[in-house]
Nanobody, 121 residues
Framework: VQLQASGGGLVQAGGSLRLSCAASGRTFSAYYMGWFRQAPGKEREFVAGINWSGENTYYADSVKGRFTISRDNAKNTGYLQMNSAKPEDTAVYYC???????????????WGQGTQVTVSS
């Protein structure tokens, strides 16, 4: 499956941003989907995950209550709604998909190219 992330940009602290992940090539609905991020000088970290049906979602503690992951299998697209953004959310965000999951994190076999999110204070 090919993944294309979009929607990144510059947002002020406290603002909102919505990332999208468009999938093509295989049956998107068969895959767990997730978002990861990597800040400068830091390792890539898990942000949020969602199962194939969208019924089960998982979040890193740092974003719980502020971010919402969702998917629309009819449109082969996943989303990450970012609310109450903080400067520490600044990172390159990647969407990922895999057929299996480990405690809500997809065992990612496929990655999007990343989209930059910058939160100004």
């Amino acid at each position: 499956v090919q993944l294309q992330a979009s929607g990144g940009g510059l947002v002020q602290a406290g603002g909102s941003l919505r990332l999208s992940c468009a999938a093509s090539g295989r049956t998107f609905s068969a895959y767990y989907m997730g978002w990861f991020r990597q800040a400068p000088g830091k390792e890539r970290e898990f942000v949020a995950g969602i199962n194939w049906s969208g019924e089960n979602t998982y979040y890193a503690d740092s974003v719980k209550g502020r971010f919402t992951i969702s998917r629309d299998n009819a449109k082969n697209t996943g989303y990450l709604q970012m609310n109450s953004a903080k400067p520490e959310d600044t990172a390159v965000y990647y969407c990922a998909a895999g057929l299996t999951t480990n405690s809500g994190k997809p065992d990612a076999n496929y990655w999007g190219q990343g989209t930059q999110v910058t939160v100004s204070s």
